[in-house]
């Protein structure tokens, strides 16, 4: 009998959709950040996560507060990626029975202020019993209608940019299991580019957060602009801090960057006339180029080697 | 330390919820059977609830596929208890990941068909791995600004009705956990009362669905308006099967219609000369008023006892 473990995680997105047939209101059904909804007069955008103690996290190294913070940071991220306005979030907490109070109050100001600073607030939500913690978030955002960026507007040409830098929270991973001191904030309160995807409306052809690491997204993105991507490795914005702790803890920084995961980066794609050095707050950095060509392929000087693409959480190790 | 069980649900909604300013496009937050929105042109409802294996269910006496609908039948419910028309859906799973694909498949498959009954849809979701089963249901609904029913509208004189029959739900639970045949069908897949809560429009004063039993849903219409209920014990509407299996059983079906919960059907109350006698395709029994003196009270011929309010998940039991 065929499990999760043969057909991964994609598999199972694509038996979970709806094949039934189009909804004047649904703009963009499941397989992008957010799906996209028309309501009224408004595109609305709708995103939900789960985090699972254990699975995604532990409290061994994070304080709740930090938690509730990233619990909702994730999904602000996506709603972020697709160039909307965050706007309410309904929270379920699964909580075993003798949970604090002191922890649930924290918990939830970790959300509520992660929340408020993106302009955005908690409306809802449920609390039931749990053997361990479980945070479900639903997020909506709100855009122009029409004023959304998709996975699927890449077009060969095309430069691809990152915001900031990569591989820092596989660096703060890493060094919170190894017990060592060093920078692990972007890995425990990751910082959604809300500001930055509201500016990227227009000027992006694609965009994507970067949650499982820059090999797996940009593998979506040229999936379903049906494009492929060459990523010159020197181009990679990694951060002399990060390279140091790789040095540290013998580890390559660019695996860090190419499928560390979690950096909550933007990844988008622009024309090559219109790349900007900043966008809001943030530097942006080009690392490469859409070609038609299928395929992500890596330049490093002279070689060019084929990356393989997505995480699969099912498939794969254990987060 | 404080913690959950001496604070109960209750204390801990209250203690989660945003006590922030209001906000202009946020008509009603926590503490309904949904969030009131203004998006745009419309009012969007927003609700969202998580069933974890072995706390809310065993997979041990439901097939994946009523699973799947009731998943979906529970938060449909909530958007009927406001008098909404459900439209969207994202779904979280937390899978194990031994789980077979027929499984999962057969799971969303529930979803889908009980959200299409009711004219709502899937349009995205989450899948983690976890060690349980979880399923988190976050779903939108839709009204015309200002056509929401809340609970807090109930008045003295007006008329306590529910939809349809109560204690159903108990005794199949109580049948399952028997392992008895008899009629468990409303337990496994409850049917939310959309199209009844629809037509109650502008006739309900105030409505709520019974998820926790009558006992502890009707002291929430009646904390929120600031009132209290006589309820007359020959009028519960208590079906003869049920009353069988009660027998059978050697419980009290009163007790199962006060307390048993997750009957899914309407509790609403209207003005004395506007009782609907049916409403849509259910039958509605009155079953006492509201009075202006606080509490819950049970007649059951010249006696007269107060009946305590809500079941409570963190305190008491284990469902």
């Known amino acids: 009998m065929t499990d999760?473990?043969?057909?991964?995680e994609f598999g199972l997105i694509r038996l979970l959709t709806d094949h039934s047939l189009p909804h004047p209101q649904v703009i963009l059904g499941p397989g992008d950040d957010a799906a996209v909804l028309s309501i009224g007069d408004r595109w609305v955008l709708y995103t939900t996560d789960m985090l699972i103690e254990d699975v995604h996290f532990t409290l061994k190294t994070t304080t709740p507060y930090q938690l509730g913070q990233k619990a909702l940071a994730v999904n602000l991220s996506d709603?972020?990626?697709?160039?909307?306005?965050?706007?309410?979030a309904v929270v379920s907490l699964g909580l075993p029975p003798n949970t604090s109070t002191e922890f649930a109050r924290e918990l939830y100001q970790g959300m509520a202020d992660m929340a408020h600073t993106h302009g955005a607030r908690v409306v809802g939500g449920d609390t039931v019993k749990s053997s361990s913690l479980i945070i479900n978030v639903a997020l909506l955002g709100?855009?122009?209608?029409?004023g959304a960026v998709f996975r699927n507007g890449a077009k060969p040409g095309d430069v691809i940019c990152v915001t900031n830098t990569l591989g820092d929270s596989a660096a703060g991973l890493a060094l919170l299991a190894a017990n060592m001191p060093g920078p692990t904030a972007k890995h425990l309160v990751p910082q959604p580019r809300v500001r930055e995807g509201r500016l990227l409306l227009g000027l992006a052809t694609a965009m994507i957060d970067l949650s499982d690491g820059l090999a797996g997204d940009l593998a979506h993105i040229c999936a379903q602009s049906g494009v492929g991507a060459r990523i010159k490795k020197e181009l990679l914005p990694i951060s002399k801090e990060v390279r140091l702790v790789a040095e540290a803890l013998n580890q390559d920084p660019v695996q860090w960057a190419l499928r560390g995961g979690e950096d909550f980066e933007l990844l988008f794609t622009v024309p090559p006339d219109r790349v900007p050095s900043k966008i809001g707050p943030s530097t942006v950095h080009?690392?490469?180029?859409?070609v038609a060509?299928?395929?992500?392929?890596?330049?490093?000087?002279?070689?060019?080697?084929?990356?393989?693409?997505?995480?699969d959480h099912f498939r794969l190790g254990d987060s």
């Open 4 to 8: 999760l473990r043969e057909i991964g």
């Open 79 to 88: 709603i972020a990626a697709m160039g909307g306005q965050p706007t309410f």
């Open 142 to 146: 709100e855009t122009e209608p029409g």
């Open 286 to 290: 080009p690392i490469g180029e859409i």
């Open 293 to 311: 060509e299928p395929g992500i392929r890596l330049i490093d000087g002279e070689t060019m080697t084929v990356i393989e693409g997505a995480y």
